[in-house]
RNA sequence: CGGGAUGUGGCUCAGCCUGGUUAGAGCGCUGCACUGGGGGUGCAGAGGUCGCAAGUUCGAAUCUUGUCAUCCCGACCA
């Protein structure tokens, strides 16, 4: 017998959280690297993930009036010019063409020939030329608003890269909508928020703060960045979903014109807001184990697994029991839908096959041999339970929907209570720097969390900040209305922001 | 772009300092047997022109130079 280590990932959260993470995404055969720096392949059990996403997703934004478009991947460089911040924020990550053909060279090789007249960019985002594009749309008050929504790639060249966190090619949505005034962009920015909210806290089990991003901190280009900030295991801040308000900025930039009721011509108001496949990261991050990963289940590709014992005598038998037991579980429902079961009758070891499915975050594993068809019961484990118990089969049956209802639960509250239970209120800059700094500096433990503190401006702390590595995650808009002094300056200040470090 | 390191079967690496027969290990993979409710055991097997190029040498994975790539630390990051 090979000794079996303690946990299924190795090194532990606790050990090392970043390698931790990088293992939890290769044992539950999520993505892998590529031969292209920065890019990632996404394997089917993570893209199943993705698309389970995209679809509540997809739902939420036409609930909410959007319908889908597509506008193109490449982007002429001069549109990028037109908005100057915008420049600022992406030019430096902007992947850029300047040829359209190949031909063989001298080496036996290929070298591109054709240099186009002028280069295109990659999208990093879509703001330009979707911009460009509605300008032509836009005449009249009547044609608005306009609602869209794309699911596309984007590129942006990062320096660093993270598989799901950040990688250079990354896939998203994004809204861009056109508003005739700025109560109506306002309230559309604000609606998004929370559908990503909504999203996070019910089909993630990922409780989230609803906040708008400080000056420093917004979206190149925009009047007001709204995000949904979540905490990792880590107590690090991640930034899960942004709606942003752009003003007139870019109808100004993109000549965005309409003719009022009134018939004056006014520049139209306009929003865009994304999520991104950062949030299969987020969700690894949020719950996952020193087992691996741990799916919610309304977001599970797979609910239940049935892992069949037998030996070769009884094989046979146990396969009916199980297709019988597969079908019963397929005609129950949860969140309004079949459950989805599946057989894993791979020929491999028991316990290799049960890890397998355990490392992957399946919610249910259900292991069914001879033993228990004669008490005609299973025995069941719950992914966010370490123990397996034994069942009887009718009763789990009619009450899988529930079952799986309560893991959905149990895991929003464990995030939750992590969440509770490092988030501090800090009124001065020693408390601050004490939570911000790591007891053993060689080796950073985990520490930190979400500190909430009164500010007055955001110049004045800029460089505590940056010594201590922390930023300001969003000044959260609910339960905010109490004035109090900064932590730092002793100024009079209206308002908390979260501070935390950061992905 | 600065600083550091690494390129050896599918993966992780040893060997290099102190050149010398057919280049090793673990994991993985294939087959067979025994197994089978915490990720097994045994036996047999497949798989590598040691990143690339030049040089030194009777002889280079090993020494030298160049080159390419990747990783880590900085700077940067909706």
């Known amino acids: 017998m090979a000794k079996a280590p303690k946990t299924a990932i190795s090194p532990t959260r606790a050990d090392d959280y970043p390698e931790w993470y990088q293992q939890v995404i290769k044992a539950a055969d999520l993505a892998e690297n590529s031969p292209v720096r920065g890019c ?25 009036g959007h319908q889908n478009a597509y506008f193109p991947l490449f982007i002429p460089m001069s549109f990028l010019e037109k908005e100057a911040e915008h420049v600022e924020g992406f030019a430096k990550e902007c992947a850029v063409v300047t040829h359209h053909r190949l031909e063989p060279d001298p080496e036996g090789g290929l070298r591109p020939a054709g240099q186009l007249e002028e280069p295109l ?58 508003h005739a005034t700025d109560t109506e962009a306002i309230e559309e920015t604000e609606r998004m928020i929370n559908v ?15 906040g708008a991003k400080t000056a420093g901190e917004r979206f190149p280009g925009a009047i007001e960045t709204l995000s949904i900030e979540a905490m990792m295991q880590d107590r690090k801040a991640l930034q899960a979903g942004t709606s942003h308000f752009l003003g007139q900025n870019f109808s100004k930039a993109q000549d965005i014109v309409f003719q009022s009721e009134s018939g004056s011509r006014e520049y139209a108001w306009t929003t865009s807001w994304g999520v991104s496949t950062r949030l299969v990261g987020a969700l690894i991050m949020t719950h996952s184990d020193d087992d691996g990963f741990v ?40 969140d309004g839908a079949p459950v989805r079961v599946e057989i894993d009758d791979r020929d491999m070891r028991g316990g290799e096959k049960k890890w397998h499915h355990v490392k992957r975050g399946v919610p249910i594993r259900l292991e069914v041999g001879p033993k228990d068809m004669e008490k005609n019961s299973v025995f069941m484990g719950r992914r966010d339970q370490p123990k397996s118990v034994g069942m009887d089969r009718n009763e789990l049956v009619s009450t899988i929907g529930s079952l799986l209802g309560q893991i959905q639960q149990s895991l929003y509250d464990r995030a939750d209570q992590l969440r509770r239970d490092n988030t501090v209120t800090i009124t001065n800059e020693a408390d601050f720097r004490d939570f911000f700094t790591p007891k053993n500096p060689d080796t950073p433990e ?58």
């Open 196 to 210: 990503y909210a909504d999203f996070a806290r019910n089909w993630m089990a990922m409780p989230v703060t609803i």
């Open 40 to 64: 990632m392949v996404i394997k089917p059990w993570g893209y199943q993930l993705w698309e389970n996403m995209q679809r509540a997703l997809d739902d939420m934004f036409k609930a909410t």
């Open 446 to 503: 985990i520490h930190g969390g979400f500190a909430l503190c009164h500010f007055a401006d955001e110049a004045s702390i800029d460089a505590l900040l940056k010594e201590l590595k922390v930023t300001i995650r969003c000044v959260p808009s609910e339960n905010n209305d109490t004035p109090g002094t900064c932590f730092a300056t002793g100024k009079p200040a209206a308002k908390q922001a979260i501070f935390a470090k950061a992905y």
């Open 121 to 178: 960019i990659v999208r990093p985002t879509s703001e330009t030329i979707i911009g460009a594009t509605y300008a032509k749309w836009v005449q009249s008050y009547r044609d608005l608003p306009i609602l869209i929504n794309q699911w596309a790639n984007v590129v942006r060249w990062e320096m660093r890269t993270r598989m799901f966190l950040r990688t250079a090619e990354f896939l998203w949505q994004e809204g861009h909508t056109v």
């Open 295 to 334: 799916l919610p289940p309304k977001l599970a590709p797979t609910h239940v697994v049935i892992l069949p014992i037998y030996k070769d005598d009884s094989r046979a038998a146990v396969m009916e029991y199980i297709h019988a037991l597969r079908d019963e579980l397929r005609a129950q429902s949860y």
